[in-house]
Each structure stands twice: as structure tokens, then as C-alpha cells.
């Protein structure tokens, strides 16, 4: 089975800021997929950043980007020029390669933008 | 564009009562599922579907049921509510044309009391 652990139960950046949430996770598979999902008061999911462990290069999508680590089994999320709604629980996640999709999370990093 | 819908949004219901909630998606995506979310914690899997007629069990059934008719809808089922039902419940749903990325509704806000 798989585990995704994210070390980090709260954390704070000042706006404008550079910060990093840590994610580390464990499987057997070589083929699968990791996530990072918003989660705002509201409860709803947003999709953050995704990567594919087969690709070598770290995904970017505008001010988040991660870095992934096949090897260590690392996936941090960098947030660069934090702004007040980045505010939110941060969940990583895992699917393997074959599971259809099936999401393992993490317990989720609280993260605070002060202005 | 509603992608995946789930209602009810909020509902109370007494121990030992029963209730279904209703999750549909209009992105014909193959996979569909049921997190629960107690507070504090991440999301775990109650039940999955990787098409109509097919449900297979996640890591938390017990308590619940699914059904999936259609391939658009994917119910979960509440029998004899207790307590420890109390959570917040997503639907999700997926393909491999979406490149496995999962979907998710706003949620169902459940307490038992």
C-alpha cells in the first residue's frame, strides 16, 4: 500500500514570499502520479500542480512549481510571490499507475499568508 | 460547464436514519468515486466505479453501499446513519483522456446527531 506523508502541519509566509511545502510518499510502482490540491475554507478541491513520474522534468504551473525527486521519494510544492488567497490546506496526493485514479493523500499542510 | 455535481450540500440526520447522496457528472468520464474528509485529516476512499455496472470497495466502505447504473451517476448510500458518518463527502470522477487527473465536487457537508 501506499503512503504520502507531509511533515508540515502548519506553515506561514509573509506576502510576496517564497515558501515550500514538503511531501514525501512510499510505493513499489515505478508508474504513477502525484498531485497537490488546494483546499480554501469553502472545502472545495482545486487542482494545483500534477506530475507524472515517468517525466524528469519538475511541473510549473505559473507561481506554484515542484520539485520531484523519484529517487528520495520527495515532491515539494514552491509557491513563489505568495498571495493573501494562497491561504488554504495544501493536500499532496498519490495514484499509481494501474489504480484508476485512486487518490492516497496526505494529512495537509496549513498554510497562512500574513500581509 | 458543471463538471461533477453532488447534493444534497448540507443535510442533519439522526442515528439510525438513512439517506443517499446523489453524484453526477457530464464529462463521460469512466471512473468515478466517494471520498470522505473528517475534519483536520485528507480524503479517503469509500467506494470506487471504473464503469457502469462495476463498484469495488476503497479503504473506508463499511456502512455504505454505491451503485452505478449509468455512466454518468454514482450514488452512495447511508444505512442506519451513526456518529462517526459525520464528515464531509466527495464525489470525484476521472479518465484516462483526462490523464488520470481527478475531478472533484464541492462537497456534502453530513452530521449525525
Known amino acids: 500500500a501506499q503512503t504520502v506523508t507531509q511533515s508540515q502541519p502548519e506553515m506561514s509566509v509573509q506576502e510576496a514570499e517564497t515558501v515550500t511545502l514538503s511531501c514525501t510518499y512510499d510505493?513499489?510502482?515505478?508508474?504513477?502520479?502525484l498531485f497537490w490540491y488546494k483546499q480554501p475554507p469553502s472545502r472545495q478541491m482545486i487542482l494545483v500542480i500534477r506530475?507524472?513520474?515517468?517525466?524528469?522534468q519538475n511541473a510549473t504551473e505559473n507561481r506554484f512549481s515542484v520539485n520531484f525527486q523519484k529517487a528520495a521519494k520527495s515532491f515539494s510544492l514552491k509557491i513563489s510571490d505568495s498571495q493573501l488567497g494562497d491561504t488554504a490546506m495544501y493536500f499532496c496526493?498519490?495514484?499509481?499507475?494501474?489504480?484508476?485514479?485512486?487518490?492516497?493523500f496526505g494529512q495537509g499542510t496549513i498554510l497562512t499568508v500574513h500581509p | 460547464n458543471a463538471g461533477v455535481t453532488q447534493t444534497p450540500k448540507f443535510r442533519i440526520l439522526k442515528i439510525g436514519q438513512s439517506m443517499t447522496l446523489q453524484c453526477t457528472q457530464d464529462?463521460?468520464?469512466?471512473?468515478m468515486y466517494w471520498y470522505r474528509q473528517d475534519p483536520g485529516m485528507g480524503l479517503k476512499l469509500i467506494y470506487y466505479?471504473?464503469?457502469?455496472?462495476?463498484?469495488d470497495k476503497g479503504e473506508v466502505p463499511n456502512g455504505y453501499n454505491v451503485s452505478r447504473s449509468t455512466t454518468e451517476d454514482f450514488p452512495l448510500r447511508l444505512e442506519l446513519a451513526a456518529p462517526s458518518q459525520t464528515s464531509v463527502y466527495f464525489c470525484?470522477?476521472?479518465?484516462?483522456?483526462?490523464?488520470?487527473?481527478?475531478?472533484f465536487g464541492e462537497g456534502s457537508w453530513l452530521t449525525v446527531v
Open positions: 470525484a470522477s476521472s479518465s484516462l483522456s483526462s490523464g488520470n487527473t481527478i475531478y
Open positions: 510505493t513499489s510502482e515505478n508508474n504513477y502520479y
Open positions: 506530475q507524472e513520474a515517468y517525466k524528469q
Open positions: 496526493a498519490f495514484a499509481g499507475g494501474t489504480s484508476y485514479g485512486k487518490l492516497t
Open positions: 464529462m463521460n468520464h469512466n471512473y
Open positions: 466505479s471504473v464503469g457502469a455496472g462495476i463498484t
